[in-house]
């Protein structure tokens, strides 16, 4: 393994060398890849999602014929039968997985079976939000998708920005995945923050993986802008489940409507007596039959990058030299140009520094006001929908702004602090609900006039920095507005007293 290629505190949890992960992939990662994976040390999950017991159990027993101990079992909750998801569960328990992932709408109860049993949940999530919920159920890691993915897509944002919208909330360990493809990818997820890397539509191309060689070669005749994400395939998922999949005539609309509810189902293939259906969320695999160029083919923006079928050890091999070589290129310090007469840039440096300090203390304030309003969410009542929709508006410009703020502090070089403020726990002792809500909005306040502060000592230099800054200003001022309104307060908050920095939100 590279030497500057770091061994993250999440490869500790899972069992690996390198901060680099195979994902799950329904019907296609099967024992041969993780075991080949895993062989060349990086992590990998079989992809179980609605499997039966008996495939579950021969490939977990095939990976550890293969020697191995550390890889993990992919389940879906939302997008199984129940009657199978406790089935698997018990399964997944009796055979001692060492790791679970889950994906999709986060399943509290699954989340706390698994982790009494001592397995390791990771849990794959889209938004900020699906992040802390999945935190908060008890999932020991995160794994972040960006819009950019291959299969099935919870996200609706660029990968860069939910990355760092989580990064800047979480307190777990946190891989990050959606349109890579190489080692470059894996250096750029690295250095933004995430402890590994997660790929899949590289992984399809591979020997070991049991897509069926059409899929394969698909995608290696593709390019990121042929991807398109659909509705289309959707039998076997729940409503409005998104899909990233090349496009087709089926996504071309040239195969009927797939969302007419009085069409009848059509078969498109087989794989061992089972039928496949037309608009199905089945992917063409090597132990299926029948018309492939129908069947979803899953792939991710980054497969114009995907060039050629190699062994998954090799390519594992090649991601982790070419992510070490690119990652000592982006932290390669900057070059000093101070002299006995020229001390500009120590000047510079400790006007960053300062600059860093009061991003971090806004970071701490808005953190605190994100966690504040997810729980404040839960507990507004179900007759009070206009509440509940302020409490989430609220929320959500508080994760976007961690995420701007924990931008803005790398960019800087400097490192983002993990501290929550103490207006938190302040916050939540206020049973009340629009108590709690007016004393959120009095650190709104507060949070606004530093930021309005900071708006006036700004160096020119950093005007992408004022732009972002402003925005967040704004933001502010007007959720203050609204949340003023609807408690029936006249007075603007933000022109209240200032809070002492303990109490900021």
């Known amino acids: 393994m590279p030497a500057s290629l770091p061994r993250t505190d999440l490869c500790a949890l899972l069992g690996c060398r390198l901060p ?41 027993a095939a990976v550890r014929t293969a020697g191995h101990t550390r890889f993990g079992v992919n389940l879906i909750p939302a997008g199984t039968d129940p009657a199978l998801l406790a089935s698997q569960i018990d399964l997944c328990i009796g055979l001692q997985v060492p790791v679970v992932g889950l994906f999709w709408e986060v399943n509290t109860a699954v989340v706390e079976r698994l982790r009494a049993a001592g397995i390791v949940v990771v849990h794959q999530v889209g938004t900020a939000q699906a992040a802390l919920a999945a935190q908060h159920a008890g999932a020991h890691a995160l794994m972040v998708q960006g819009v950019e993915a291959g299969g099935h897509v919870h996200a609706t944002q660029p990968l860069a920005e939910v990355l760092a919208e989580v990064l800047a909330l979480a307190e777990v360990p946190v891989a990050a995945g959606g349109g890579l493809a190489d080692g470059r990818d894996v250096a750029r997820v690295l250095a933004a923050g995430a402890q590994a890397g997660v790929l899949g539509t590289a992984f399809i191309a591979t020997p070991e993986s049991f897509a069926h060689d059409v899929h394969k070669q698909a995608l290696l005749a593709a390019q990121g802008s042929d991807t398109v994400l659909t509705e289309d395939f959707h039998i076997n998922w729940p409503p409005h489940s998104p899909v990233r999949v090349l496009q087709s005539a089926v996504t071309r609309g040239e195969r009927g409507n797939p969302h007419d509810p ?16 037309l608009f199905s969320t089945d992917s063409p695999l090597r132990s299926m039959s029948g018309d492939f160029a129908a069947m979803a083919l899953y792939a991710g923006c980054g497969v114009g990058r995907v060039q050629a079928i190699v062994p998954a050890a090799e390519l594992v091999a090649t991601l982790a030299r070419e992510a070490a070589a690119h990652l000592r290129l982006l932290q390669e310090p900057a070059p000093e140009y101070s002299s006995p007469v020229c001390y500009a840039p120590e000047f510079q440096r400790q006007r960053d520094e300062a600059l860093a300090a009061q991003l971090n203390e806004l970071l701490e304030a808005e953190r605190a006001g994100a966690r504040v309003t997810l729980e404040t969410a839960r507990a507004v009542p179900a007759d009070q929908p206009a509440l509940q929709a302020l409490v989430q508006a609220i929320q959500r410009d508080e994760v976007h702004w961690c995420g701007m703020l924990l931008r803005a502090l790398r ?3 400097a490192q983002p602090g993990t501290r929550t403020g103490d207006f938190y726990g302040k916050a939540m002792a206020v049973a009340d609900l629009r108590e709690r809500l007016a004393f959120l909005n009095r650190g709104q306040g507060w949070v606004a006039r530093r930021v309005r502060e900071l708006l006036q000592g700004l160096d020119p230099e950093h005007e992408d920095l004022r732009a972002d800054l402003q925005a967040m200003l704004d933001g502010h001022v007007a959720q203050l507005a609204k949340v003023n309104a609807a408690l029936g307060i006249e007075r603007r908050a933000d022109t209240a007293p200032a809070a002492p920095a303990s109490q900021n939100s």
């Open 262 to 277: 009085n069409a009848p189902r059509t078969v498109i293939g087989e794989e061992e007596g089972r039928p496949i259906y």
């Open 20 to 60: 680099i992960m195979a994902a799950g992939m329904g019907g296609v990662a099967r024992s041969q890849l993780v075991a080949a994976v895993t062989q060349a040390g990086a992590f990998g999950f079989l992809g179980m999602v609605r499997e039966p017991l008996q495939l579950i159990e021969r490939e977990v």
């Open 411 to 413: 960019r800087l070089g």
